[in-house]
């Protein structure tokens, strides 16, 4: 088994909107930031996937640990995501 990890990235519009960042860990979507609204954007709200990160780097140490490769991806995220 592996760990696969997938950065997705929108990047913003003529005006500085709608961009966006998603982290899929083996499918599954761990962090994802942007495109919400400015009074959003705080760690109750829209940022509080940074209380995940710590668990997500003892994860992949884990992984690490036992052998299994890591695999990472980026690409650009579709527009209807």
């Given amino acids: 088994m592996s760990m696969k990890i997938r950065e997705l990235t929108r990047l913003p519009d003529d005006y500085g909107e709608g961009e966006r960042f998603v982290l899929e860990v083996d ?4 962090i994802a930031a942007g495109g919400g609204e400015p009074e959003d954007n705080n760690l109750s709200r829209d940022l509080n996937f940074v209380f995940q990160i ?3 780097m003892r994860r992949a ?3 690490g640990k036992r052998g299994e490769p890591f695999e990472f991806e980026s690409g650009e ?3 209807e995501e």
């Fill in 27 to 30: 499918g599954d979507v761990v």
């Fill in 54 to 56: 710590a668990g997500l």
């Fill in 61 to 63: 140490y884990e992984a």
């Fill in 77 to 79: 995220l579709p527009e």
